[in-house]
């Protein structure tokens, strides 16, 4: 036997093995359907090759059954692999479908973001503008109502923050945390710069 075949599985050799005794049954069943019964050398010579028929067909047998045994045993493992790589399937599927969800949400917040960062540049003043009291009055009323808003948005990016890291997202978890990050120093800023230095830097 080959060393290709004396490590094939199990399966293979249950094949190989078959094939063999078939091909003897074969061989020897020809052989004593054309050989001439004439002398006692011819009989004698007939009953060897039937005990040798008779062996290649036990085989036959044997190989025969070890095979639907092993083919079986092939059956349920392919089955419990295929059950195995649905549920991968399903878990894939299942996180494909979160990343979107929380990408989706993540977009929504930064266009809230951006709608934002456009206010604020309405607000911003080159360095010499006059600034009036009425314009300082308006300026902080409006810069207070996005400072109110900011909390919800922290909010918002800390809890997709928190979800994608939980999901193990990196990419999400990562946009998350520069976002939350830059709201973070926004809300700073407000809170403790002057509001009229703020708007004109």
Do not use: C, W
């Not at 067909?57 to 092993?70: A, F, K, N, P």
């Not at 092939?74 to 996180?95: D, G, M, N, P």
């Not at 994608?164 to 809170?191: C, F, H, Y």
Request: charged share 35%; glycine share 4%.
């Amino acid at each position: 036997m080959s060393n290709s075949i004396k490590n094939a599985s199990p399966l293979v050799k249950a094949v190989v093995e078959l094939d063999r005794h078939f091909s003897t049954l074969e061989r020897v069943g020809t052989r004593v359907a054309e050989i001439e019964l004439k002398t006692d050398t011819d009989f004698e010579q007939a009953r060897r090759l039937m005990l040798i028929f008779s062996e290649a067909g036990e085989g036959v047998t044997l190989e025969i059954g070890r095979l639907s045994q092993l083919l079986t045993e092939a059956r349920v493992r392919s089955e419990e692999i295929a059950k195995r790589v649905e549920a991968r399937t399903e878990e894939l599927s299942s996180r494909r479908d979160r990343t979107q969800e929380l990408n989706e949400e993540f977009s929504q917040l930064a266009a809230k973001v951006g709608e934002l960062g456009a206010e604020l540049n309405e607000y911003k003043r080159t360095p010499g503008d006059a600034v009036t009291p009425e314009d300082r009055e308006q300026i902080a009323v409006k810069l207070s109502h996005v400072g109110l808003r900011l909390g919800p948005m922290i909010l918002e990016a800390q809890r997709i923050r928190k979800e994608a890291r939980a999901e193990r997202l990196k990419v999400v978890d990562q946009k998350a945390e520069s976002l939350t990050k830059t709201l973070q120093n926004l809300q700073s800023k407000l809170q403790s710069l002057d509001l009229i230095s703020l708007v004109a830097n």
